[in-house]
Every structure is written in structure tokens, then in C-alpha cells.
């Protein structure tokens, strides 16, 4: 039973304008999310994080927002560049004292110049 | 890169042979964790260790085994690979003792069983 979801397996933004990848999350206890992003033939690398006492967290060009009533987060892209096209994974913290990290199915963006 | 290095980076190998994939770091980090990656799926955890000889399993441990004799390796075996079992395959370590703080990856090892 998936605990993180993402549910759009692919997004397509012009070059400037805004991406925004979508995640909803089913444990109620998670408290932490995390986003990576990864490169065909890399692995994943950490790009922003958020903790549920927050509902907003901004790095440049990339920010995060929670919503833990609706059990959604997001990650906004502005503004969005073709080094931005990968594919982004939405993760949560889990497992025997939260030391596994839980990742969605991932989505992957296109920036189209 | 982390300090992280995986090998083989590629590999193809027949149903049924046994294969090891190694996952070496040049930190002390007390955790690792191997990660199978398939389209659909995203990344699925595999197992994980905590300590030399600490390990525990993930997700989708079937059909693999892990052994960590030294704090800097930690070996991700299939016994008998299956066709099911090609994916590509990601080492992660965790550099802060902070449950919330990030994984690190390898660049992985692409495994293909024909």
C-alpha cells in the first residue's frame, strides 16, 4: 500500500513559466518530506525538504509547500529552466524509528524551451 | 558523488547465476541502503544497515541478501537472479545522525538478467 503518492507520472512546462509537482502522502504520522531530483544514468539527488511544522519552505528557485489537513505537498518551480527537466521524487521518512526513507513513483518533468 | 561508489555499473547476467553488487563508501556513516529503481514504481527499498553485521530488511527484500563486514562496504547479493530482478540498482548512505536528514546516493549499477 503506497504511503507516498504521486500521481502524475510526467509534466510538460514551457521554458519561464511555473512547474509544479504534486505528492499526497496516507500516514498521518509522517512529519518530514523530502524532494530529489535525478538525472538519466545519476542517482537521486536532494534538492528541499520540509517539516510538518512548517507550511512553506523556499530554496532559489524551488519551494515547498505542505498542506497537512489535506495530507498534500508540493513542490513549485519558478522560474522553470530546461537544466529543470528530470525526473522528481516526493520522499517521507519511515519504518522502525522513521531511519528508512519512503519515495513515491516520481514524475517526470519536461521543460520545453 | 558523495564519497559513494558502485560496482559493477553495468552488468548482464543469466537466470539463475548468482550476483553481487558492492557498494563502497569512503566515510564512516553508520547507515546505508540499497534501492531498486522500475519505471512505475519509483524507488523501492531493498535493505538496509544500521552497523557492521546490523542489517535489516525493506520493502522488497525477496530474493536478495546484504552482508556488511566493514563499516565501509556493504554487498547486495542475489542468489539466483530472475528476470524480475533487472533493474537498476542505487546505494544510498546517510552522512547526518538526524533521522530526517537526507540520503546520499551512488550513481548506481544497471543489472539486466536475460
Known amino acids: 500500500d503506497q504511503q507516498v503518492k504521486q500521481n502524475s507520472p510526467s509534466l510538460s512546462v514551457q521554458e519561464g513559466r511555473i512547474s509544479i509537482l504534486n505528492c499526497d502522502y496516507t500516514n498521518s504520522m509522517f512529519d518530514y518530506f523530502l524532494w530529489y531530483k535525478k538525472y538519466p544514468a545519476e542517482g537521486p539527488t536532494f534538492l528541499i525538504s520540509i517539516s510538518s511544522i512548517k507550511d512553506k519552505n523556499e530554496d532559489g528557485r524551488f519551494t515547498v509547500f505542505l498542506n497537512k489537513s489535506a495530507k498534500h505537498l508540493s513542490l513549485h518551480i519558478v522560474p522553470s529552466q530546461p537544466g529543470d527537466s528530470a525526473v522528481y521524487f516526493c520522499?517521507?521518512?519511515?519504518?522502525?524509528?522513521?531511519?528508512?526513507?519512503?519515495f513515491g513513483k516520481g514524475t517526470k518533468l519536461s521543460v520545453i524551451p | 558523488d558523495a564519497g559513494i561508489t558502485q560496482s559493477p555499473r553495468h552488468k548482464v547476467t543469466e537466470t539463475g547465476t548468482p550476483v553481487t553488487l558492492r557498494c563502497h563508501q569512503t566515510?564512516?556513516?553508520?547507515?546505508m541502503y540499497w534501492y531498486r529503481q522500475d519505471p512505475g514504481h519509483g524507488l523501492r527499498l531493498i535493505h538496509y544497515s544500521y552497523g557492521v553485521k546490523d542489517t535489516d530488511k525493506g520493502e522488497v527484500s525477496d530474493g536478495y541478501s546484504v552482508s556488511r563486514s566493514k563499516t565501509e562496504d556493504f554487498l547486495l547479493t542475489l542468489e539466483s537472479a530472475t528476470s524480475s530482478q533487472t533493474s537498476v540498482y542505487f546505494c544510498?548512505?546517510?552522512?547526518?545522525?538526524?533521522?530526517?536528514?537526507?540520503?546520499?546516493f551512488g550513481n548506481g549499477t544497471r543489472l539486466t538478467v536475460t
Open positions: 544510498a548512505i546517510r552522512p547526518g545522525q538526524e533521522r530526517n536528514s537526507p540520503l546520499h
Open positions: 520522499a517521507a521518512p519511515s519504518g522502525a524509528g522513521s531511519y528508512q526513507l519512503t
Open positions: 566515510e564512516n556513516h553508520r547507515y
